[in-house]
Structure formats: C-alpha cells, structure tokens
C-alpha cells in the first residue's frame, strides 16, 4: 500500500455469514443461560440445541463437542469482563478508586442481570476457569496497591482469598434478592478495609460514580 492511501473497507458479510453467526451465539446463549441456571454439570447438546432452536446435527457445524461450546462461552464471559475492567481503569488512575469501581461494577452488574450473576457464580465453583482468572485479576490489583503503597497487608494471598469470597457471597446475596441497593458499596468499604485503605480514602472512592459500560446484555443480537 502507498503512503497515504487509506485502508479498503472490508466488504459487508453475506446473509449467510450473517446466518451462521446468528446461529452460533443462539447455541453459545443457550449453553449460557443453562449453566447458569443449574452449573457445568448434566449439560446435554440435545438440550442446547432445543433451547437455541438449532437443528441437532447444525451444533457440529459451530462446535466440535459440548466442551467446546462451554470453553466458547466461557472465554467469551471472561473478554467481556476484562474490556469492562480496562474501560474502568481509563476512567481513573487511582488505584483505590479503580479497584473499587472494579468490585462495585461486578456486584452491580448481577444485581441488574441475574443471569449472568448465576453464570459468575456456576462457573466459579464449578470449573477452574473463571475462578483463575478472577483469582488473577484480583492478584494483580492486589499487589500492585501494595507495591504502591494504598494496600497495607502483610499476606498478599490471604488478603485475594477474602476479597474473593466477599465477592462470591455477595454476587449469591444478590441474586438471591436478599441486600438492599446499599449493599454492594458496604461489601466494598468492608474489602478495602481489609486491605488497610484509610476510611476517608473509602469514602472519596465509593463517591465516584461507575463509568457507564454501555454492553448489552451477554450474548444477545447486535
């Protein structure tokens, strides 16, 4: 390409491009949606295929194996998180804040669509897959605000392990329709407590307002 010339547009897909993607995120939303509602486990393709109104033999033409689909969807759930996570990190610099927005947008997020608040949960405790990832994600933040100086704990690892279960419990609360709207922000306070976070730093960090993701719902039609 010359210098100056400009990029082709990529030509628009074809109806049956468009068919087959549409067909493909019928079945990933159908697997989605039953791992949620009852885990990892006892997931049949016939049942997958039913609910997406997919032919049988079509699944085959999208996925090799029922283990396919789920690592589709799982990997899907985990690129949606973390391009949410890196929109709240360019919404702010301070780590407290940041980490805060983060927890915050997570418990939010299963208060405003339980579906996906029963797929974090599912997930978690069924497969190793989200469970590392967020164990990871919460690694990073972790020890970066200690090397920065805005965490003060002297066990790294046990402070993830109390971050994460509060995180667990209160997504479960919440789905469960058991907190108030105030919940979510207590659970915070409670987190960065634990991590030494001084309470007028809490209090000017649960001010910011989250950042407004704008995603639809998971898996749904563009």
């Not at 479960?172 to 987190?191: F, G, M």
Request: charged content about 30%.
């Amino acid at each position: 390409m010359e210098k100056g010339d400009k990029a082709s547009p990529s030509a628009p897909k074809s109806r049956s491009e468009r068919r087959r993607e549409d067909t493909r995120r019928r079945l990933m939303k159908a697997t989605y949606e039953m791992i949620a509602r009852r885990g990892l486990e006892g997931l049949i393709i016939q049942d997958i295929t039913e609910a997406a109104d997919v032919g049988y033999g079509s699944f085959y033409n999208h996925f090799s194996s029922k283990e396919a689909i789920v690592d589709a969807v799982i990997d899907a759930a985990l690129a949606r998180s973390h391009a949410h996570y890196e929109r709240i990190h360019a919404e702010s610099a301070d780590r407290v804040e940041a980490f805060a927005m983060e927890l915050r947008s997570c418990l939010e997020e299963s208060r405003s669509d339980p579906v996906w608040g029963w797929f974090a949960i599912r997930t978690m405790l069924s497969g190793p897959h989200i469970r590392l990832a967020i164990a990871e994600r919460l690694k990073r933040s972790i020890e970066g605000g200690i090397k920065a100086g805005v965490f003060a704990v002297e066990d790294a690892e046990m402070a993830r392990h109390t971050v994460g279960g509060l995180l667990l419990l209160g997504t479960l609360k919440i789905v469960n329709n058991e907190t108030d709207a105030a919940y979510p922000e207590k659970l915070v306070h409670t987190a960065l407590r634990a991590l030494g976070v001084p309470a007028a730093k809490i209090h000017n960090a649960l001010a910011r307002p989250l950042p407004e993701l704008g995603s639809a719902p998971f898996l749904e039609a563009a």
